[in-house]
């Protein structure tokens, strides 16, 4: 262990290593349940007397920095600094812990499909040649078996008018997005319209590729295309499916309408279909890709994120050329592609109708969610009305207009449900829209109807 001591200090040797112990932890560098060596081997590394660093154990232990409990070793408490988990694209800071997590973003690993991917993740470690080139390296663009998978599955599914040399697979729809804002900043565009209400998380990392993100409002239909066209704006990120967080899909007239000013404008979209997959609306059928209607002006991205887990890192996009071209010479300056073996193990699963499978126990699952979420929010909520069709992971909720959103989100944590409110995804607050944004994901399959009833108990 480095443990930095002088002879010529004033202090104690004991005092000495006491402070810097005490410090680490502070500081956040040696771990809660980290295991300190034996006091004899760390005196032997010091070269100091044993007694010296069993008194400096000693005085930590007594001022609760370690532990020496179980066993013989010694170990940094626990608690001490607390761990938080943080969701790279939701929080900036803390979050609490609370018994109901209704936050949007995560996964229950309950859902992931193990024996089925451990299946398909064999088959591919038997396949002959670790991947498509013999360096062992993936090609950039991705493993030429998940390509053509997904082309095979994008058209099928989502009507995504592709083929497998126009797809790049990519570390989930993050990494897909940066490498978008630094080919549209190479080509002169500076702006990228988003939705708003919209991803906070993706408007930072849009922000951080150099760009500036222009909200766009969102209304009944879906983006405001006129708004759109006002904004001057040459580029826009949509998620026209299941628009993030309201739930809304894009109108048939509003999608011919962004085709066109795409078209006209010489402009860019960016599809979003996050939650590709997860439909369970019995009334409505998904829509089709909206890239069909101008496969040569949207980029189409998707993730594994909500459908197998956001642990995987994987995500796609199709890409009409030159813009697949130049975001591989991009890619060539950053990295030397994404990892090979869960990119064929999933073509595994798509080949052998594994992940369709998933897919339909999934929407099952969800759909048995949503209904207990529904139930609840009428029940619990009087005169709140969830918008959208029964899709994805999350729901968004409208509450009546006199609602104190903020308030209500801070009652519900102190009933132990973490949840946000509408304003949490708003570039600017607004009074008059006051909304839930409920994820469901991270629940027990009960625990929906539960942590509804809860939030909106009056304290
Ligand atoms: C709107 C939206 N886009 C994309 C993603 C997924 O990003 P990634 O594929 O990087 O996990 C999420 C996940 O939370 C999302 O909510």
Redesign the pocket.
Known sequence: MAISISRNSGASLTAQIQEFIREEIEEGTLQPATRLPSSRRLAEDLGVSRSVVVEAYAQLVAEGYLDTARGASTRVVRHLPRETVL?P??DAGHVPSARWDLR??GHSSAVFPRAEWLAAYQRALAAPGAGDRDDGYPPLAGETALRVELARYLGRAHGVRTAPERIVI????????SLLGADLLERGVSTLAVEDP??P??RHFIHASGLRPCPVPVDEEGIDVERLADSGARAVLV?PAHQ??TGITLTPARREALARWARERDGWIIE?D??GGLWYDPARTRPLALQRLVPERVIY?G????TLS?GL???WLAAPEPVLSRLLRLRARLDLGSESLSQRAFAELLRGGLFDRHLRRLNKLNAVRRAALDEAVRRHLPGARVLGPAAGLHAYVRLPRHTDEAALVAGALRRSVLVRGGAAFHTRPRRDAPALVLGHARLPRTGVADAVRELAARA
Do not use: C, M, N, V
């Open positions: 969701s694209l939701l949007t973003g990519t570390g989930g729809f993050a990494q897909a997005l919209g991803h998380g993706l998620t993030f967080p979003d996050y939650d991205a993730t594994a994120s909500k956001p890192r994987l995500g």
